[in-house]
């Protein structure tokens, strides 16, 4: 009795020896970030230039055949130099031919004024007559208006000769050129155009709609592209009021706070537009789990490494971000991949490309 007592005792000892225990939950890994409560609403970024504000379209007062242009785009040039000069071929005859009326007139007007004179003499010494001495008159005052008439004639062909070079009436940047070398040209067509450098904004192409609701509070960051450590601010100076049929874009031009010596003329910028709104906290929406109508999210404990769920409310959704309600704090760390693979209290690794 006392052996199957131990044989029975034994057999129970072994089947217990060989019971195996559950295996341990996987440790799984995960992606995760911390949450940030965001205060600025970020209406886009947008690619400009910096230009000048203020452009003059220069062309010739006269017109004619381009013989040469002096500059090139990008020179800087001072008050009064020369752009552009046309053949002065044809004012040159115009004038030559003016001056020639000019000397012709002179001589009628000598003639003139002589024949007066005999006439004033005879009169005086009682030998001439009145009517001889009036037409003598006459035709002196008619022969001033013609010689006027030719002086102003000669200073207009001038003129004409001295617009055949094309000036500038202010210092500036040549930006463009509209015409090129032995293009004629009329009186009046854009050849060139000349921008001042002193003061200088950044112009961009704002979508329609989002031109139309910009709020009033709206900044705007202007960076270099290449450097976008040269950055400061801006405000709207001027949006066009129609947006352009082909982009449906409506160009906006924007007075800088400040103008870094990097923003020269043509400077390739970006532009970021944000706004100031009330404190609010925005999730991707690979960090939600709908289970049994609620949504939640998992919280991460970064010291034991495992996971907790949490119910929280959400306001709004687009394609990719989820807007909350509350039930999670700025600092927290949450799961924002492989959320439904999770259990409560489950142990995960955090991946080395995951956001510290």
């Not at 504000?53 to 381009?66: A, D, H, T, W």
């Not at 050129?177 to 004629?184: N, P």
């Not at 709207?236 to 870094?260: F, K, Y």
């Amino acid at each position: 009795m006392k052996y199957l007592t131990v044989v029975l005792i034994a057999g129970l000892l072994l089947a217990g020896c060989s019971k195996q225990e559950p295996p341990p939950e996987p440790v799984r890994p995960v992606l995760s970030m911390e949450v940030k409560s965001e205060d600025q609403e970020t209406f886009g970024r947008f690619a400009g230039t910096i230009q000048a504000r203020y452009e003059s379209n220069l062309g010739f007062r006269v017109p004619g055949r381009i013989a040469r242009r002096a500059v090139d785009v990008g020179a800087e040039v001072e008050k009064g130099a020369v752009l552009a000069v046309l053949d002065p071929t044809d004012q040159q005859n115009q004038l030559r031919a003016a001056q020639g009326d000019l000397a012709r007139v002179q001589a009628q007007f000598i003639n003139a004024q002589a024949n007066a004179r005999r006439q004033q003499a005879l009169f005086n010494r009682g030998v001439g007559a009145q009517a001889q001495l009036d037409a003598a008159q006459t035709d002196l005052k008619t022969t001033q208006a013609s010689l006027d008439q030719a002086q102003a004639t000669v200073n207009q062909a001038k003129d004409q000769l001295n617009y055949a070079e094309l000036r500038t009436d202010h210092g500036g940047i040549v930006t463009a050129w509209s015409a090129e070398a032995g293009q004629v040209v009329s009186a009046g067509q854009q050849v060139v155009t000349l921008a001042r450098p002193d003061v200088k904004e950044a112009v961009i192409d704002l979508p329609a709609g989002l031109a139309e609701r910009l709020p009033p509070d709206v900044v705007f960051l202007v960076a270099g592209q290449l450097d976008p450590s040269i950055n400061t601010t801006a405000t709207v100076r001027e949006i066009e009021p129609q947006a352009q049929s082909a982009t449906r874009t409506r160009r906006a031009r924007l007075t800088l706070a400040e103008t870094p010596p990097a923003f020269r003329l043509g400077t390739a910028i970006s532009v970021t537009l944000s706004s100031t709104i009330a404190p609010r906290i925005e999730l991707p929406l690979s960090a939600l789990q709908e289970v049994d109508g609620k949504t939640r999210i998992w919280l991460l404990d970064t010291h034991s490494q495992t996971v907790q769920p949490r119910d929280i409310t959400v306001l709004s959704r687009d394609a990719d971000s989820a807007l909350l309600n509350g039930g999670v704090n700025p600092g927290e760390r949450i799961v924002t991949a492989g959320v439904n693979s999770l259990k409560p209290g489950q142990k995960v690794k955090i991946d080395e490309d995951s956001p510290r």
